[in-house]
């Protein structure tokens, strides 16, 4: 399976993009602009050979971007998250949404 690098370097027109693979399956992108400032991130693995994961990775690039260059504003579509984040790195489900929800309604 070949990685979606034309991916990453299609988002970003501005920027050097290189990924390097490492031996735990994860990749290092470095991305730098011509500035000389560099954004390095080590991802998980299927975000580069998965389009969905891809394309939430390109994401929070782009807003990561946006706030080292003190460029994001509040009305940003940058500035909305996706997804809930978890521990287990797995989506939260409705239930679990209401209940946490409810929970924290009485602790207040």
Sequence with gaps: ???????YVSAFPGHDVSLQPR???TFVLA???????ALIKVIAGKTVYSQAAANDEI?????EVLIRDNALSG???HCTAHKLPTYSG?????RAMQS???RRRISL
Excluded: H, I, W, Y
């Design 23 to 25: 031996p735990d399956g």
């Design 90 to 94: 797995q989506e939260l489900s409705l």
């Design 59 to 63: 994401l929070s690039l782009k807003r």
């Design 31 to 37: 991305l730098k602009s011509a500035g000389n400032q």
């Design 100 to 102: 946490l929800f409810n």
């Design 75 to 77: 009305n940003s579509v």
């Design 1 to 7: 399976m070949q990685p979606l690098t034309d991916l």
